[in-house]
């Protein structure tokens, strides 16, 4: 769920609408129109990434089920949510819970979850020891230190059995929260280009996907990560977002569907993540639920 680029043209074989002050909103800015979903008036989904290859199946997938679609391709993650609130897009499928909180949050916006997609799990990895454990009592761990994945290692952490947090952890964690005594591992955060080049000096790191793919680790090395099942964990998982008038909307619960319960779409995102993601057909109540907590701790923190 953590980035600037600006608005992708033309990805081929997959129609992207333009994002220009002045145009025409998406297609259910005004209320559902009778032909929505149609070739004259697609549903329009804001996207990152759309040239990867599982957004084109997704798209035949829809067209299949008689939904037209088109991706609008976003390289910068603070684009897609404003798009959304001012019904320039229909939908949009790029970010986690925490994310779209922190959104909601300071733009003053009601943007909500209408499905899952997948948990991209943070990884602990550890060239030294096959399993946490083997992990030693008193034991180093390197963590990131940027703010959203320094409190979700910390929560990796503790699901995995190596600390304890005080009152359970929270998307706020740092760790002056770490209960030492009833934890098994001292915790050192670094910068998170650096935890990759600190896997030789400790027992373990936690280290970003994009981090790990450069240093050429292998996923044999990760012994522990997010558990989907993990109360803590669901606030990570990522999101199809609608506008908070648009939830009951048939066509966009149906285009949830389809990204969830086709196998060459949810193959295509696997494979695509280098067979880190795990996907999730979470109930919708849960992550509306998920949704206030956070947005709650977050007015909370001020």
Not at 207 to 228: Q, R, W, Y
Not at 254 to 271: C, F, K, N, S
């Amino acid at each position: 769920m953590s980035v600037t680029k600006k608005i992708a043209a033309a990805i081929s074989g997959i129609a992207v609408v333009g994002l220009l002050a002045g145009c025409g909103g998406g297609s259910n800015a005004g209320g559902a129109a009778e032909d929505e979903g149609t070739e004259s008036n697609p549903v329009t989904i804001g996207v990152v990434g759309a040239s990867d290859p599982y957004w084109e199946t997704y798209v035949d997938a829809a067209a299949d089920e008689g939904i037209t679609v088109e991706l609008v391709d976003f390289a910068d993650y603070a684009q897609p949510n404003p798009a959304l609130s001012a019904g320039e897009i229909d939908l949009n499928q790029f970010q986690h819970i925490v994310y779209l909180a922190q959104y909601n949050e300071e733009a003053g916006e009601d943007l909500q979850p209408i499905g899952s997609t997948a948990i991209y799990p943070l990884p602990l990895y550890s060239t030294q020891y096959d399993s946490v454990e083997d992990i030693p009592d008193g034991a180093e761990i390197a963590i990131p230190n940027d703010e959203s994945n320094q409190a979700r290692a910390l929560l990796v952490l503790q699901s995995a059995g190596l600390i304890e947090l005080e009152g359970g952890g929270s998307i706020f964690s740092t760790p002056d929260e770490i209960v030492a005594e009833d934890s098994r591992v001292t915790v050192t955060p670094l910068a998170a280009d650096l935890t990759a080049t600190s896997l030789p000096d400790v027992a373990g790191a936690i280290i970003n996907n994009d981090f790990a793919t450069k240093a050429g680790l292998s996923p044999d090395d990760v012994i522990a990560e997010d558990d989907p099942n993990d109360p803590n964990a669901l606030p990570y998982v990522n999101i199809f977002a609608a506008r908070s008038s648009d939830v009951d909307n048939e066509t966009y619960t149906r285009l949830v569907e389809i990204y969830q319960d086709t196998p060459a779409v949810t193959d295509g995102v696997v494979e695509n993540s280098g067979d880190t993601a795990v996907m999730l057909a979470t109930p919708v109540e849960d992550l509306v639920s998920s949704l206030e907590d956070v947005q709650a701790d977050i007015a909370d923190q001020g």
